[in-house]
């Protein structure tokens, strides 16, 4: 198993930037296709980005494209999400999911590690 922690949420002005951090408790982080998620109030959870083991392979939804940034540092044991220009659309609860298995997958209810999230709102 592996527990993940987020931090760097907070509230920031329509098109400021805000670095969010996963923390994981295993030294085999490495191992593990990283991916954030966000949700909204009265919304389902949504992909945001995910990056492979190796940090060869970087996914993300069409609308944050050019605005998100995904990396990591496996020998810190940590994942990254950099978002910039960011919207008041933006506004929900970020979390990060692992998963072993070497796949890339975009639905949340396939991702079994989930840290507990951290609120990102931005205003208008």
């Known amino acids: 198993q592996v527990q993940l922690v987020e931090s760097g949420g907070g509230l920031v002005q329509a098109g400021g930037s805000l670095r969010l951090s996963c923390a994981a408790s295993?030294?085999?982080?490495?191992?593990?296709?990283v991916a954030w998620f966000r949700q909204a109030p009265g919304k389902e959870r949504d992909f945001v980005a995910l990056?492979?083991?190796?940090?060869?392979?970087?996914s993300y939804r069409d609308s944050v494209k050019g605005r998100f940034t995904i990396s990591r540092d496996n020998a810190e044991n940590m994942v990254y999400l950099q978002m910039n220009s960011l919207k008041p659309e933006d506004t929900a609860v970020y979390s990060c999911a692992a998963d072993p298995s070497g796949n890339y997958y975009r639905l949340a209810r396939l991702y079994d590690y989930w840290g507990q999230g951290t609120q990102v709102t931005v205003s208008s």
């Open positions: 295993r030294h085999t982080f490495g191992s593990y296709t």
């Open positions: 990056i492979s083991r190796s940090a060869g392979i970087t």
